[in-house]
Nanobody, 115 residues
Framework: QVQLVEFGGGLVQPGGSLRLACVAS????????VDWYRQVLGKRREYIAR???????NYKDFVKGRFTISRDNAKNTAYLQMDSLKPEDTAVYYC?????????WGRGTQVTVSS
């Protein structure tokens, strides 16, 4: 059974940091591209960042310089390091592992940035 589980969400003050983890099971993780998305209640889910199977990152402009995506294939885990967090980063964060024939999502983890 394929499962993606996100960890690391929580409440943080503006300017603070969080590190999200996406742990995969039931797939050959190293063969999947991993994306991070986020969604605010009532709005569309939006793409944040991607890491390829060989570790090349890609970021949306609004997180460049603040967020860092990485992966550890030996641990079947992808990470999203989030620094300099802003209140507008508050959302549910999801990971998505995909390749041409497969597409899997986690259930998300809530990130709240507030003083």
């Amino acid at each position: 059974q394929v499962q993606l589980v996100e960890f690391g969400g929580g409440l943080v003050q503006p300017g603070g940091s969080l590190r999200l983890a996406c742990v995969a099971s039931g797939i050959t993780f190293s063969t999947y591209t991993v994306d991070w998305y986020r969604q605010v209640l009532g709005k569309r889910r939006e793409y944040i960042a991607r890491i390829s199977t060989v570790g090349f990152p890609n970021y949306k402009d609004f997180v460049k310089g603040r967020f860092t995506i990485s992966r550890d294939n030996a641990k079947n885990t992808a990470y999203l390091q989030m620094d300099s967090l802003k209140p507008e980063d508050t959302a549910v964060y999801y990971c998505n592992a995909w390749k041409s024939s497969d597409n899997y999502w986690g259930r998300g983890t809530q990130v709240t940035v507030s003083s």
